[in-house]
Protein backbone atom coordinates (compact mmCIF):
# COMPACT_ATOMS: atom_id res chain seq x y z
CA UNK A 1 0.00 0.00 0.00
CA UNK A 2 1.27 3.46 -0.54
CA UNK A 3 1.69 5.79 1.93
CA UNK A 4 0.86 9.45 1.41
CA UNK A 5 4.13 11.54 1.87
CA UNK A 6 5.18 14.71 2.39
CA UNK A 7 7.63 16.48 0.72
CA UNK A 8 10.39 18.79 2.48
CA UNK A 9 13.33 20.65 -0.05
CA UNK A 10 16.07 20.54 2.11
CA UNK A 11 19.75 22.27 0.61
CA UNK A 12 21.67 19.81 1.86
CA UNK A 13 19.87 16.47 1.34
CA UNK A 14 17.55 17.69 -1.93
CA UNK A 15 13.99 16.29 -1.09
CA UNK A 16 13.33 14.70 1.89
CA UNK A 17 9.89 12.50 2.38
CA UNK A 18 7.95 12.09 5.45
CA UNK A 19 5.15 10.21 5.70
CA UNK A 20 1.73 11.31 6.84
CA UNK A 21 1.02 9.98 10.51
CA UNK A 22 2.90 10.82 13.47
CA UNK A 23 5.87 12.17 12.15
CA UNK A 24 3.82 15.04 10.24
CA UNK A 25 1.34 15.24 13.83
CA UNK A 26 4.85 16.02 15.32
CA UNK A 27 6.30 18.39 13.01
CA UNK A 28 3.25 20.29 13.02
CA UNK A 29 2.77 20.76 16.63
CA UNK A 30 3.88 24.10 18.02
CA UNK A 31 7.00 22.71 20.03
CA UNK A 32 8.76 21.76 17.16
CA UNK A 33 7.87 24.31 14.98
CA UNK A 34 9.61 26.50 17.35
CA UNK A 35 12.72 25.03 16.08
CA UNK A 36 12.64 26.85 12.99
CA UNK A 37 12.79 29.97 15.57
CA UNK A 38 16.19 28.86 16.72
CA UNK A 39 19.53 29.00 15.11
CA UNK A 40 21.86 25.73 15.23
CA UNK A 41 25.26 27.52 15.22
CA UNK A 42 24.18 30.03 17.92
CA UNK A 43 25.98 33.12 17.60
CA UNK A 44 28.57 31.77 14.70
CA UNK A 45 27.96 33.88 11.94
CA UNK A 46 29.13 36.06 13.54
CA UNK A 47 32.15 34.31 12.26
CA UNK A 48 30.19 32.91 9.10
CA UNK A 49 27.55 35.22 7.71
CA UNK A 50 26.43 31.84 6.25
CA UNK A 51 25.32 29.69 9.61
CA UNK A 52 21.67 31.19 10.18
CA UNK A 53 20.19 26.98 9.50
CA UNK A 54 17.94 26.63 12.53
CA UNK A 55 17.21 23.47 14.51
CA UNK A 56 14.46 22.59 12.34
CA UNK A 57 16.37 22.36 9.18
CA UNK A 58 18.76 19.51 10.79
CA UNK A 59 15.91 18.08 13.15
CA UNK A 60 14.47 16.99 9.01
CA UNK A 61 17.92 16.57 8.10
CA UNK A 62 19.00 13.71 10.73
CA UNK A 63 15.14 12.00 10.45
CA UNK A 64 16.24 11.60 6.48
CA UNK A 65 19.44 10.18 7.35
CA UNK A 66 17.94 7.90 9.56
CA UNK A 67 14.96 6.61 7.17
CA UNK A 68 17.99 6.17 4.61
CA UNK A 69 20.15 3.89 7.51
CA UNK A 70 16.74 2.30 8.04
CA UNK A 71 16.54 0.96 4.64
CA UNK A 72 19.99 -0.22 4.61
CA UNK A 73 20.15 -1.98 7.66
CA UNK A 74 16.85 -3.79 6.27
CA UNK A 75 17.99 -4.93 3.05
CA UNK A 76 21.03 -6.46 4.95
CA UNK A 77 18.68 -8.45 6.89
CA UNK A 78 18.63 -6.92 10.28
CA UNK A 79 14.86 -7.16 11.55
CA UNK A 80 13.36 -3.52 12.33
CA UNK A 81 9.43 -3.72 12.63
CA UNK A 82 7.59 -0.99 11.37
CA UNK A 83 6.48 0.04 14.72
CA UNK A 84 10.19 0.45 15.87
CA UNK A 85 10.87 1.97 12.68
CA UNK A 86 8.92 4.45 13.70
CA UNK A 87 9.93 5.11 17.25
CA UNK A 88 13.92 5.21 16.21
CA UNK A 89 12.78 7.85 14.02
CA UNK A 90 10.59 9.95 16.34
CA UNK A 91 13.05 9.60 18.65
CA UNK A 92 15.83 11.50 16.21
CA UNK A 93 13.45 13.66 14.92
CA UNK A 94 12.78 14.72 18.62
CA UNK A 95 16.14 14.40 19.88
CA UNK A 96 16.94 18.94 19.64
CA UNK A 97 13.50 19.61 21.01
CA UNK A 98 14.68 20.71 24.08
CA UNK A 99 17.24 23.29 22.48
CA UNK A 100 17.11 27.09 24.17
CA UNK A 101 17.68 30.06 22.05
CA UNK A 102 20.68 30.70 20.99
CA UNK A 103 22.44 27.22 21.29
CA UNK A 104 23.81 26.42 24.89
CA UNK A 105 23.53 30.57 26.48
CA UNK A 106 20.20 29.66 28.61
CA UNK A 107 21.55 26.91 30.10
CA UNK A 108 23.80 28.62 31.90
CA UNK A 109 22.00 31.55 32.71
CA UNK A 110 18.43 30.82 33.22
CA UNK A 111 17.72 27.47 33.25
CA UNK A 112 19.61 24.81 35.55
CA UNK A 113 18.53 21.87 33.15
CA UNK A 114 20.78 20.45 30.25
CA UNK A 115 18.78 20.56 26.74
CA UNK A 116 18.55 16.74 26.84
CA UNK A 117 16.68 16.94 29.95
CA UNK A 118 14.58 19.69 28.63
CA UNK A 119 14.16 17.22 25.16
CA UNK A 120 12.92 14.13 27.39
CA UNK A 121 10.43 15.87 28.83
CA UNK A 122 9.05 17.77 26.21
CA UNK A 123 8.85 14.37 24.42
CA UNK A 124 7.23 12.80 27.85
CA UNK A 125 4.77 15.90 27.19
CA UNK A 126 4.02 15.26 23.62
CA UNK A 127 3.19 11.54 24.44
CA UNK A 128 0.97 12.36 27.52
CA UNK A 129 -1.14 14.44 24.31
CA UNK A 130 -0.51 12.02 21.96
CA UNK A 131 -2.21 8.88 24.20
CA UNK A 132 1.15 6.97 24.88
CA UNK A 133 2.21 6.80 21.06
CA UNK A 134 5.83 7.80 21.71
CA UNK A 135 6.71 4.85 24.46
CA UNK A 136 8.84 3.09 21.71
CA UNK A 137 10.76 6.54 21.22
CA UNK A 138 11.01 7.10 24.52
CA UNK A 139 12.44 3.73 25.31
CA UNK A 140 15.00 4.44 22.53
CA UNK A 141 15.88 7.68 23.08
CA UNK A 142 16.36 6.55 27.22
CA UNK A 143 18.50 3.70 26.03
CA UNK A 144 15.91 1.02 27.81
CA UNK A 145 15.26 -0.79 24.47
CA UNK A 146 16.35 -4.24 24.03
CA UNK A 147 17.81 -3.36 20.55
CA UNK A 148 20.39 -1.25 21.51
CA UNK A 149 21.63 -0.48 18.09
CA UNK A 150 18.41 1.80 17.89
CA UNK A 151 19.76 3.97 20.84
CA UNK A 152 23.57 3.70 19.16
CA UNK A 153 21.51 5.57 15.58
CA UNK A 154 20.00 8.11 17.84
CA UNK A 155 23.65 8.79 20.46
CA UNK A 156 26.40 7.16 19.63
CA UNK A 157 29.64 6.98 17.98
CA UNK A 158 28.13 7.31 14.87
CA UNK A 159 24.47 8.57 14.96
CA UNK A 160 22.65 10.72 12.75
CA UNK A 161 22.19 13.74 14.84
CA UNK A 162 26.98 13.94 14.17
CA UNK A 163 25.97 12.61 10.71
CA UNK A 164 23.55 15.73 9.79
CA UNK A 165 24.69 18.53 11.97
CA UNK A 166 28.76 17.93 10.93
CA UNK A 167 27.79 17.45 6.93
CA UNK A 168 25.51 20.40 7.56
CA UNK A 169 27.14 22.82 9.29
CA UNK A 170 30.12 22.44 7.11
CA UNK A 171 27.55 23.26 4.42
CA UNK A 172 25.82 26.43 5.89
CA UNK A 173 29.89 27.58 7.26
CA UNK A 174 31.31 27.14 4.44
CA UNK A 175 34.39 25.51 5.97
CA UNK A 176 34.84 22.12 3.79
CA UNK A 177 37.38 20.26 6.27
CA UNK A 178 33.81 19.28 7.71
CA UNK A 179 32.24 17.64 4.80
CA UNK A 180 31.86 13.84 5.44
CA UNK A 181 31.29 10.88 3.19
CA UNK A 182 28.03 10.41 4.80
CA UNK A 183 26.22 8.64 2.09
CA UNK A 184 29.19 6.05 2.17
CA UNK A 185 29.18 5.41 5.75
CA UNK A 186 25.16 4.84 6.28
CA UNK A 187 25.70 2.00 2.81
CA UNK A 188 28.65 0.34 5.26
CA UNK A 189 26.31 0.32 7.98
CA UNK A 190 25.46 -3.09 9.93
CA UNK A 191 24.36 -5.02 13.11
CA UNK A 192 26.26 -7.76 14.64
CA UNK A 193 25.12 -9.38 18.20
CA UNK A 194 22.75 -6.29 18.44
CA UNK A 195 25.62 -4.16 17.84
CA UNK A 196 26.04 -1.05 15.50
CA UNK A 197 29.09 -2.28 13.37
CA UNK A 198 30.63 -0.67 10.16
CA UNK A 199 31.94 -2.68 7.47
CA UNK A 200 35.59 -2.92 6.73
CA UNK A 201 35.33 -1.27 3.52
CA UNK A 202 34.11 1.77 5.52
CA UNK A 203 37.18 2.15 7.90
CA UNK A 204 38.32 4.87 5.87
CA UNK A 205 35.12 7.12 5.85
CA UNK A 206 35.11 6.52 9.82
CA UNK A 207 38.66 8.12 10.03
CA UNK A 208 37.88 11.11 7.92
CA UNK A 209 34.70 11.62 10.38
CA UNK A 210 36.55 11.35 13.37
CA UNK A 211 39.01 14.26 11.54
CA UNK A 212 36.25 16.04 10.36
CA UNK A 213 34.69 16.11 13.84
CA UNK A 214 37.76 17.40 15.42
CA UNK A 215 38.61 20.24 12.89
CA UNK A 216 35.07 21.50 12.90
CA UNK A 217 35.41 22.00 16.69
CA UNK A 218 38.21 24.12 16.69
CA UNK A 219 37.45 26.16 13.52
CA UNK A 220 33.64 26.56 13.58
CA UNK A 221 32.02 25.19 17.44
CA UNK A 222 34.81 26.45 19.62
CA UNK A 223 35.96 29.52 17.39
CA UNK A 224 37.25 32.03 19.46
CA UNK A 225 35.25 35.27 18.19
CA UNK A 226 32.15 32.71 18.50
CA UNK A 227 33.20 31.65 21.77
CA UNK A 228 33.60 35.53 22.67
CA UNK A 229 29.73 36.09 22.00
CA UNK A 230 28.51 33.02 24.02
CA UNK A 231 30.55 34.30 26.40
CA UNK A 232 29.21 38.05 26.59
CA UNK A 233 25.74 36.77 26.24
CA UNK A 234 25.98 34.52 29.30
CA UNK A 235 27.21 37.18 31.26
CA UNK A 236 24.45 39.72 29.61
CA UNK A 237 21.69 37.39 30.64
CA UNK A 238 23.65 36.63 34.29
CA UNK A 239 23.76 40.32 35.09
CA UNK A 240 20.13 41.21 33.82
CA UNK A 241 18.78 38.30 36.48
CA UNK A 242 20.84 39.84 39.12
CA UNK A 243 19.26 43.16 38.33
CA UNK A 244 15.76 41.14 38.01
CA UNK A 245 16.08 39.55 41.25
CA UNK A 246 16.79 43.01 43.19
CA UNK A 247 13.43 44.23 41.58
CA UNK A 248 14.68 46.04 39.24
CA UNK A 249 12.64 47.16 36.21
CA UNK A 250 13.95 45.94 32.43
CA UNK A 251 12.34 45.64 29.30
CA UNK A 252 11.76 42.10 28.34
CA UNK A 253 9.34 39.43 25.88
CA UNK A 254 6.97 38.30 28.69
CA UNK A 255 8.30 34.69 28.71
CA UNK A 256 11.32 35.39 28.85
CA UNK A 257 10.98 37.88 31.82
CA UNK A 258 9.32 34.98 33.83
CA UNK A 259 12.15 33.13 33.88
CA UNK A 260 14.45 36.66 34.65
CA UNK A 261 12.10 37.42 37.86
CA UNK A 262 11.91 33.92 38.59
CA UNK A 263 12.94 33.42 42.52
CA UNK A 264 15.97 30.59 42.99
CA UNK A 265 13.68 29.06 45.84
CA UNK A 266 10.46 29.04 42.97
CA UNK A 267 9.53 25.71 42.51
CA UNK A 268 7.79 25.53 38.98
CA UNK A 269 6.04 22.31 38.53
CA UNK A 270 7.64 20.51 34.52
CA UNK A 271 4.22 21.85 32.78
CA UNK A 272 4.80 25.27 33.81
CA UNK A 273 8.22 25.27 33.21
CA UNK A 274 7.52 23.69 29.31
CA UNK A 275 4.45 26.06 28.69
CA UNK A 276 7.33 28.81 28.87
CA UNK A 277 10.33 27.36 27.92
CA UNK A 278 8.47 26.43 24.93
CA UNK A 279 7.34 29.75 23.78
CA UNK A 280 11.55 31.13 23.93
CA UNK A 281 13.15 31.43 20.76
CA UNK A 282 16.02 33.06 19.16
CA UNK A 283 13.58 36.75 18.78
CA UNK A 284 13.70 36.98 22.65
CA UNK A 285 17.05 37.32 23.75
CA UNK A 286 17.31 39.65 20.25
CA UNK A 287 15.06 41.88 21.64
CA UNK A 288 16.28 41.75 25.03
CA UNK A 289 19.55 42.86 23.53
CA UNK A 290 17.92 45.48 21.26
CA UNK A 291 16.40 46.94 24.53
CA UNK A 292 18.91 46.79 26.74
CA UNK A 293 20.99 48.87 24.76
CA UNK A 294 19.56 51.83 26.65
CA UNK A 295 19.07 50.46 30.14
CA UNK A 296 20.35 52.23 32.88
CA UNK A 297 22.59 49.67 34.38
CA UNK A 298 26.04 50.39 32.91
CA UNK A 299 27.53 46.99 32.15
CA UNK A 300 23.92 45.77 30.75
CA UNK A 301 23.84 48.68 28.20
CA UNK A 302 27.65 47.95 27.21
CA UNK A 303 27.24 44.22 26.85
CA UNK A 304 24.15 44.50 24.82
CA UNK A 305 25.36 47.59 22.67
CA UNK A 306 28.79 45.35 22.21
CA UNK A 307 26.13 42.40 21.01
CA UNK A 308 24.37 44.22 18.49
CA UNK A 309 26.78 46.16 16.91
CA UNK A 310 29.69 43.40 16.91
CA UNK A 311 32.12 45.05 19.03
CA UNK A 312 33.06 41.69 20.29
CA UNK A 313 35.49 40.89 23.42
CA UNK A 314 38.49 39.19 22.41
CA UNK A 315 39.31 35.84 23.32
CA UNK A 316 42.44 33.70 23.95
CA UNK A 317 43.00 30.41 24.01
CA UNK A 318 45.61 29.18 26.52
CA UNK A 319 47.29 25.95 27.51
CA UNK A 320 47.02 26.31 31.49
CA UNK A 321 44.52 28.62 33.55
CA UNK A 322 45.53 32.51 33.19
CA UNK A 323 47.87 33.46 35.80
CA UNK A 324 47.64 36.08 38.62
CA UNK A 325 50.22 38.22 37.39
CA UNK A 326 48.67 38.44 33.80
CA UNK A 327 44.98 38.52 35.31
CA UNK A 328 46.12 41.69 37.41
CA UNK A 329 47.26 43.22 34.62
CA UNK A 330 44.11 42.46 32.45
CA UNK A 331 42.35 44.36 34.87
CA UNK A 332 44.25 47.43 35.14
CA UNK A 333 44.14 47.81 31.14
CA UNK A 334 40.17 47.32 31.85
CA UNK A 335 39.69 49.91 34.79
CA UNK A 336 41.61 52.22 33.09
CA UNK A 337 39.72 52.00 29.49
CA UNK A 338 36.39 51.50 31.12
CA UNK A 339 36.82 53.47 34.49
CA UNK A 340 32.76 53.38 34.47
CA UNK A 341 32.16 49.55 34.51
CA UNK A 342 33.75 47.06 37.23
CA UNK A 343 36.40 45.24 35.25
CA UNK A 344 36.31 41.73 37.25
CA UNK A 345 32.71 42.03 35.91
CA UNK A 346 34.32 41.94 31.99
CA UNK A 347 37.12 39.40 32.48
CA UNK A 348 35.49 35.68 31.65
CA UNK A 349 37.43 32.45 32.02
CA UNK A 350 36.94 28.76 31.72
CA UNK A 351 37.91 26.01 29.64
CA UNK A 352 36.69 23.59 26.98
CA UNK A 353 37.80 19.77 26.36
CA UNK A 354 36.61 18.18 23.02
CA UNK A 355 37.53 14.77 22.28
CA UNK A 356 36.85 13.25 18.72
CA UNK A 357 36.78 9.76 19.79
CA UNK A 358 35.78 8.72 23.12
CA UNK A 359 36.62 4.64 22.64
CA UNK A 360 34.94 4.31 26.67
CA UNK A 361 31.65 4.96 25.23
CA UNK A 362 30.04 2.54 22.81
CA UNK A 363 33.37 1.84 20.69
CA UNK A 364 33.04 2.08 16.72
CA UNK A 365 33.50 -1.46 15.63
CA UNK A 366 34.57 -3.25 12.39
CA UNK A 367 33.64 -6.00 10.78
CA UNK A 368 35.83 -8.23 8.80
CA UNK A 369 34.53 -9.99 5.75
CA UNK A 370 35.36 -13.13 7.95
CA UNK A 371 32.64 -12.38 10.37
CA UNK A 372 35.76 -11.24 13.10
CA UNK A 373 34.89 -8.16 14.67
CA UNK A 374 37.18 -5.45 16.13
CA UNK A 375 37.41 -2.26 17.85
CA UNK A 376 38.55 0.62 15.49
CA UNK A 377 41.62 1.25 17.45
CA UNK A 378 42.79 -1.67 17.36
CA UNK A 379 42.47 -1.44 13.31
CA UNK A 380 43.18 1.76 12.71
CA UNK A 381 47.00 2.88 11.44
CA UNK A 382 45.83 6.70 11.60
CA UNK A 383 45.86 9.11 14.87
CA UNK A 384 42.11 9.47 16.08
CA UNK A 385 42.09 11.78 18.84
CA UNK A 386 40.51 9.55 21.67
CA UNK A 387 42.52 11.59 24.44
CA UNK A 388 40.77 14.42 25.13
CA UNK A 389 42.16 17.88 24.72
CA UNK A 390 41.61 20.68 27.17
CA UNK A 391 42.31 24.19 26.72
CA UNK A 392 41.92 27.21 28.86
CA UNK A 393 40.62 30.47 27.71
CA UNK A 394 40.51 34.02 28.68
CA UNK A 395 37.59 36.73 27.48
CA UNK A 396 38.06 40.77 27.76
CA UNK A 397 36.82 43.61 26.26
CA UNK A 398 39.53 44.38 23.12
CA UNK A 399 42.43 46.31 24.95
CA UNK A 400 45.92 46.80 24.28
CA UNK A 401 47.68 44.57 27.08
CA UNK A 402 51.77 44.59 27.40
Known amino acids: MNQRRKI ?66 RSKGVEITDQESEGVCVAI ?33 LNKELNGQLDLAIAIFTNQYPKKFLYQLVSGQLDMDRMDYLNRDSFFTGVSEGVIGYDRIIIMLDVHNGELVVEEKGMYSIEKFLTARRLMYWQVYLHKTGVAAEQMLIHLLARARELALEGKELDAPRDLARFLYRRPDEHWPEEKLLKHYARLDDTDLTACVKYWCDAEDPLLSYLSTGLLDRRLFRL ?75 KYFVCYPKISIH
Open 316 to 390: QWLNEPLDEQSRTGILDQIGAMLPHLTPDKLLYEGRESIQAYNEAKAPIRILFKNGEVKNLTECSDVQLFTQPVT
Open 93 to 125: LLHDIGHGPFSHALEHALVDLHHEALSLMFMKA
Open 8 to 73: FNDPVYGFVSVPHGLLLTLIDHPYFQRLRRIRQLGLSSYVYPGALHTRFHHALGALHLMQETINVL
